[in-house]
């Protein structure tokens, strides 16, 4: 009997109000823990007491292999200390790292999910020694088109940023390396989601969608104004760079064809070690190549697409028309150049 009358008092205690009394302290809990105590110093057994910090090429290199985080944060952080590495060299000065070391590294944020990741990206980019980009249009142009047929629309607007950027620094290289005329314009065409007739192209012919509604046509801008640069660059004779090399060479003519090339793979369009090329991978070095390619499988989708799109009017009429004004003029001197 007792010890039953005992808990039930010990139970009946926890819901007692206590009372508190003037002057007195309040008791303390069960769980109390005393932290009035001082230290002067922490130890952390995993402390590194290294008085040698990491050199500035061991912390490029650690950054570079940061490009690989899972956090987006850090992937930008990683790539404004590039950037600013770059920039912050001597003039003159060799990259910190070899251009076929940074690349292989840069190139697949082109696809990453996150806008400020891929915006640092091209910040990175056009700091690049544009001699060194030449010779790897083709590893460009792998991205790039994923980039152009991706489902995401920031994606595709972003690599139309990086594709303007190459047509800027490496426009002849882009256009006559293998694939860099037939693929890339396919791209172009599905992009926009104008059919192809010519090659059969059965894929949908309803409208291309280019993100939320109110950006759509700054995208389509975008697009048509990267297509005009690179159709001028692809069917476009520069006349003037001849006509200043003629003069200086006076009167000696056509020096230029004589000379070594300047290009690392100069032998490149004979393919005498690489496998078979189809049409699509051919190399079309010649301005006349290009037009005639161009003529043939792609001349009459670009006119329908371009006139149904300059029937919009305004800014995006206006891309249109500057397009089709490119592609009329340069296929006219071409001719006329034949004759």
């Known amino acids: 009997m007792g010890s039953s009358v005992k808990k039930k008092r010990d139970k009946k205690k926890d819901f007692q109000k206590q009372k508190l009394k003037v ?17 002067k110093a922490i130890v952390l057994s995993t402390q590194s007491l290294n008085i040698n910090a990491p050199s500035l090429s061991d912390q490029f290199s650690h950054h570079l292999a940061l490009l690989a985080s899972r956090s987006d944060s850090q992937r930008k952080e990683s790539l404004s200390y590039l950037t600013a590495r770059i920039v912050s060299r001597p003039v003159g000065s060799p990259l910190q790292q070899p251009i076929s070391i940074l690349v292989p590294k840069l190139l697949p944020l082109s696809l990453d999910g996150s806008n400020g990741v891929r915006n640092q990206l091209l910040k990175l980019l056009r700091i690049l020694p544009p001699g060194d980009v030449e010779d790897l249009v083709e590893k460009f142009l792998l991205y790039v088109r994923a980039g152009m047929t991706h489902l995401a629309a920031d994606i595709r607007s972003s690599s139309m940023d990086i594709l303007g950027w190459l047509l800027e620094v490496a426009g002849e290289a882009l256009v006559s390396c293998a694939g860099g005329w037939v693929k890339t314009l396919r791209c172009f065409l599905a992009m926009l989601g104008w059919p192809n007739e010519e090659i059969n192209e059965s894929w949908s012919t309803n409208k291309a969608s280019f993100g939320k509604a109110g950006s759509e046509g700054k995208i389509l801008v975008k697009i048509l104004h990267t297509l005009g640069l690179f159709l001028s660059i692809g069917i476009t004779e520069s006349e003037a760079t001849e006509h200043v090399q003629a003069a200086n060479t006076f009167p000696l003519s056509h020096v230029q064809y004589h000379m070594l090339s300047r290009r690392s793979n100069p032998y490149a369009p004979l393919n005498l070690f690489g496998s078979h090329r189809d049409e699509d991978n051919e190399m079309y070095e ?54």
């Open 23 to 39: 002057g007195k302290a309040r008791p303390q809990a069960a769980n109390f823990t005393d932290t009035s105590f001082k230290s």
């Open 286 to 339: 010649q301005c006349e190549e290009r037009s005639k390619v161009l003529s043939s499988k792609f001349l009459k989708a670009l006119e329908r697409g371009l006139e149904s799109t300059r029937q919009e009017g305004g800014e995006i009429g206006r891309a249109a028309a500057g397009v089709t004004k490119i592609i009329t003029q340069s296929l006219k001197d071409l001719e006329v150049d034949a004759t």
